[in-house]
């Protein structure tokens, strides 16, 4: 890897967008990610509506204001419209947003409902953390495997 490379990696922080109702909870995973020293932009929006209006913003000039995501985490239960699950289908159909990674958090330990959101696109399902410490961890493990470990494809790599 050239030093040039690293630089512009280290320089251009990847984003995470984190979709969730509970302010206390979008409150919890941002501190999570400072506790677990992630180095991530995170930004947060609280219904499926809001986060296909920050998708339609991000990335449209070099250097944006809202950058386009490198990840995308999503609760089961994201209110809006469109919902959650809604919105996702939507950005997994649109040529700007299909291929970035989609980690969806929910309660939900059914098979069926948690095939029909690998039916929409999401890349994982994972039981959502419901104390701190569990939710530092899990922001170590999905921010280290889809943000330093996964290739992703050119132009959306963290």
Do not use: H
Not at 11 to 16: D, G, I, K, S
């Amino acid at each position: 890897m050239s030093d040039r490379f690293q630089r512009s990696r280290i320089l251009a922080l990847p984003t995470v967008l984190f979709a969730d109702a509970s302010e206390d909870y979008r409150s919890m995973a941002r501190d999570a990610l400072l506790e677990g020293r992630n180095v991530t932009d995170m930004r947060t929006v609280g219904d499926g509506n809001a986060l296909l209006a920050y998708l339609q913003r991000a990335g449209a000039t070099e250097g944006a204001v809202t950058p386009l995501p490198s990840l995308i985490v999503v609760d089961a239960d994201l209110p809006g419209t469109p919902p959650g699950k809604e919105a996702v289908a939507a950005l997994k159909n649109d040529p700007k947003t299909k291929r970035i990674p989609v980690v969806v958090l929910g309660a939900e330990e059914d098979p069926a409902k948690i095939a029909s959101w690998y039916d929409v696109g999401a890349n994982t399902y994972i039981v959502k953390p419901v104390t701190f410490l569990a939710l530092v961890r899990l922001m170590k493990v999905f921010t280290a495997y889809w943000l330093e470990t996964a290739e992703l494809p050119p132009g959306q790599a963290a």
